[in-house]
């Protein structure tokens, strides 16, 4: 099989189900920007500090598979077509949340903002924390055109305090100092 067909020359491209859309249509930049982080969470779960710890490699894996179930639905214009899709992962933002209170009960309590930075594993955590907003702002104006499950939003946005938690938490993994926001 080629992976190559030519039909998207014109800069058009085909939904599951077949209609034809500009590869600029906001479907597009919404299932492209969530392909985009699932790329970058590759990349995260690819660090000696997460492929090394089976926990974190576990749910780096359930997220990336999360993902890819997500654009399909974002791929997916036709309700009709959905029932051929695997379902939304239904209670994935409350193991979200018992995920970050297990991880903060460990964690120096937040009194400022943290920047990015200090060890190449956390700078690939907060990476994927801004895609996950980038592709909740995309759903959320697919959204607006073409109504999308509010659940998609919603686990964009619990994911990014996800990626965020998680990223003090490899700080403190990994012994770096959080890099706390001095303003002027």
């Known amino acids: 099989m080629r992976i ?18 500009p590869k600029d249509d906001l479907r597009i930049e919404a299932y492209g920007t969530v392909d985009e982080l699932n790329a970058f969470l590759g990349a995260l779960a ?22 890819f179930t997500l654009g399909s639905h974002l791929a997916t214009a036709d309700p009709a077509m959905r029932v051929h899709l695997p379902p939304l992962p239904a209670g994935r933002v409350a193991e979200f949340e018992a995920q970050m209170d297990r991880w ?12 990015p930075g200090g060890h190449p594993v956390v700078s ?12 909740e702002r995309r759903v959320i ?27 003090r938490a490899l700080g403190t993994r990994t012994g770096t100092a959080e890099r706390v926001w001095q303003p002027g």
């Not at 067909?5 to 491209?13: H, K, Y």
């Not at 690819?46 to 993902?67: N, V």
């Not at 690939?124 to 592709?135: D, N, T």
């Open 4 to 21: 190559y067909t030519r039909t998207g020359d014109d800069g058009s491209t085909s939904l599951f189900g077949g209609r034809r859309v």
């Open 46 to 67: 690819d660090h000696p500090e997460i492929a090394g710890h089976p926990a974190d490699a576990a749910l780096a894996a359930t997220l990336s598979s999360d993902l």
């Open 104 to 115: 903060t009960a460990d964690l120096p309590e937040l009194r400022n903002f943290i920047l």
């Open 124 to 135: 690939a955590a907060h990476i994927c924390r801004v895609l996950s907003r980038r592709a």
């Open 141 to 167: 104006s697919l959204h607006r055109e073409d109504p999308v499950d509010p659940a998609i939003s919603a686990y964009l946005n619990r994911l990014s305090d996800l990626f965020f938690v998680w990223s």
